[in-house]
């Protein structure tokens, strides 16, 4: 089976930095795309940021500029660095994989991993 696991969330006062990081468990899988998303109680989660097996970055109107993803795709795990963060950040955060198309039907699945609080204080 497929594990996504996160490390590296904490309590950091805002301005600081934080690096989160999620490694996945099992063999034989290729992910398509690796990214991460928040939730806040009471809110839908939302994307942060998301990278391609390609390289190609997408990232949260909210985050650009304060946030880099990056992905090492031989080990299956993904980095979110986060800097000058703000209490508007505080959330818990999920690691999300979806596996490249496979089969003649191009069929994808989606993993989540459990999710690692962030908090910002002001």
């Known amino acids: 089976q497929v594990q996504l696991v996160e490390s590296g969330g904490g309590l950091v006062q805002a301005g600081g930095s934080l690096r989160l990081a999620c490694a996945t468990s099992?063999?034989?899988?290729?992910?398509?795309?690796m990214g991460w998303y928040r939730q806040v109680p009471g809110n839908k989660r939302e994307l942060v940021a998301s990278?391609?097996?390609?390289?190609?970055?997408t990232y949260a109107d909210s985050v650009k500029g304060r946030f880099t993803i990056s992905r090492d795709s031989a080990k299956n795990a993904v980095y979110l660095q986060m800097n000058s963060l703000k209490p508007e950040d505080t959330a818990a955060y999920y690691c999300?994989?979806?596996?490249?198309?496979?089969?003649?039907?191009?069929?994808?699945?989606?993993?989540w991993g459990q999710g690692t609080q962030v908090t910002v204080s002001s």
């Open positions: 099992g063999s034989g899988f290729r992910f398509g795309s």
């Open positions: 990278v391609t097996s390609g390289g190609t970055s």
């Open positions: 999300n994989a979806v596996t490249a198309p496979s089969g003649f039907l191009g069929l994808q699945y989606t993993y």
